[in-house]
Structure formats: C-alpha cells, structure tokens
C-alpha cells in the first residue's frame, strides 16, 4: 500500500532531517576530537550537542507522526471494513 502526499511523508522527512543533523553534529564531535581539545572552545561543543539534541528531538516527532498516521490509516481501514 503506497501512502502519498500524507502525514507519513511528512513524518519520514522530518526523521530524515533529525539523522541529517544528528549526523551533521557527530561529525564535528568528530573533528573536534581529533583536532584535539586545545582548539575546541567549550561554547562550540555546547552549541554542537544542542544541533545533536535538536536532531534527535526531530527524528523523534518525525516518528510520532509517521505512528499516528500509520494508527489513523488503521483505523479508518478497521471502520471501513
């Protein structure tokens, strides 16, 4: 069953957003580890685990809204059936 056009899309676009950020920020933990911890300043790492908490928090409700649809889509099946 193809859903188009439907709050699941929107749901997998926002996951996809949050594991984009998320990734984003793991990668400049990364380089940052690597580069050492003399040229890290600590207001960076703040601002980097608040994008990977930022990312999380979306792939989140991306997963909630794909989860009501998918329970909305259920419903509606059940009551027409």
Same mark, same amino acid.
């Given at each position: 069953?193809?859903?188009? *056009?439907? &709050?699941?899309?929107? &749901? /997998? *676009?926002?996951?996809?957003? &949050?594991?984009?950020?998320?990734?984003?920020? @793991? *990668?400049?933990?990364?380089?940052?580890?690597?580069? $050492?911890?003399?040229?890290?300043?600590? !207001?960076? /790492?703040?601002?980097? /685990?608040?994008?990977?908490? !930022? $990312? %999380?928090?979306? !792939?989140? +409700?991306?997963?909630?809204? @794909? %989860? +009501?649809?998918?329970?909305?889509? &259920?419903? /509606?099946?059940?009551?027409? @059936?």
């Amino acid at each position: 069953m193809e859903i188009q *056009g439907s &709050g699941f899309s929107a &749901g /997998l *676009g926002a996951i996809q957003s &949050g594991q984009r950020m998320i990734q984003q920020a @793991a *990668g400049e933990i990364a380089r940052n580890t690597v580069a $050492g911890a003399e040229s890290q300043q600590p !207001a960076d /790492l703040t601002t980097i /685990l608040l994008a990977l908490e !930022a $990312g %999380k928090v979306q !792939a989140e +409700a991306g997963s909630m809204v @794909a %989860k +009501a649809t998918d329970q909305m889509i &259920g419903s /509606l099946i059940d009551t027409f @059936a």
